[in-house]
């Protein structure tokens, strides 16, 4: 399995992103997908989660600003980030609950993408 993130770059203050993450490979399912975003010199961060039936969480930091949603119950998935800020920046990672076969389930993640916010 192969998850790849998409859709980063430079965005000025206020603007707006969208992020895309796609799993590929001998998958039987999806169940919670997540992004994730590290900045420099800090740990990794929780952003949102999504589950198989569409309910969603957000760090605080980005509640009302950040939309996470999937296409379908397996792929892709989507982050869409608004109201950019500088504290924003960070590489964003996507990682997949993805079931090969069933009833085994196994984390996979993305090889993340930079976003940068800055005028």
């Known amino acids: 399995v192969q998850v790849v993130e998409s859709g980063g770059g430079l965005v000025q203050p206020g603007g707006s992103l969208r992020l895309s993450c796609a799993a590929s490979g001998t998958i039987f399912n999806i169940y919670d997908m997540a992004w994730y975003r590290q900045a420099p010199e800090k740990g990794r961060e929780l952003v949102a989660t999504i589950t198989n039936l569409g309910n969603t969480t957000y760090a605080d930091s980005v509640k009302g600003r950040f939309t996470i949603s999937r296409e379908n119950d397996k792929n892709p998935v989507y982050l869409q980030m608004n109201s950019r800020k500088p504290g924003d920046t960070a590489v964003y990672y996507c990682?997949?609950?993805?079931?090969?076969?069933?009833?085994?389930?196994?984390?996979?993640w993305g090889q993340g993408t930079q976003v940068t916010v800055s005028s």
């Open positions: 990682d997949m609950g993805v079931v090969v076969s069933p009833p085994y389930e196994y984390h996979y």
